[in-house]
């Protein structure tokens, strides 16, 4: 018999997570070589645009790198600077970082449909998952790009 309990409880969850963790590692040899060494940690990569005159945030992108992936969070412009290329150069200021200084060789993110996903599709990445109803009435999508 098991009691079944439904609250947040951080300390279960570390211990959940560490559990699954040595888990993945045993049945994966991929995971496995991993342990242990630099690519196994996600770096934080961040790129921000500052009014030149203000210093007032114009726009970011908040991500991280894993491995050979760079994993893309947050992409965000003020409304006053979109369409002027700004969200093209911090991708591409993220991506070149990436590639160049982490070895990155691929890119993912994901995105609402009533976001960017035809932005992304102009700049080289592939929808590989759709999620619909994600909330109810919203697609997410799922998406990934070569890099170099």
């Known amino acids: 018999m098991f009691r079944i309990e439904t609250e947040v409880d951080k300390s279960r969850r570390d211990l959940l997570r560490s ?14 070589a991993l342990r242990g060494t630099p690519a196994e940690r996600e770096v934080p990569l961040h790129v921000w645009a500052l ?40 991708l591409s200021e993220a991506e070149h970082l990436a590639h160049t200084q982490r070895s990155c060789t691929r890119a993912r993110l994901e995105t609402w449909d009533f976001q960017a996903p035809e ?10 998952c759709a999620i619909e109803d994600y909330p109810p009435g919203v697609t ?6 070569r890099l170099g």
Do not use: C, N, Q
């Open 19 to 32: 559990r699954l963790r040595d888990s993945d590692t045993s049945a994966s040899p991929v995971l496995r």
């Open 51 to 90: 009014d030149a005159v203000t210093g007032d945030l114009a726009g970011g992108l908040v991500g991280h790198t894993w491995t050979t992936w760079l994993h893309i969070t947050y992409l965000w412009v003020t409304p006053h600077h979109r369409g002027t290329g700004l969200g093209t150069h911090l």
């Open 119 to 128: 932005f992304y599709k102009r700049r080289g990445y592939e929808v590989v």
């Open 140 to 145: 997410e999508f799922t998406m990934t790009k």
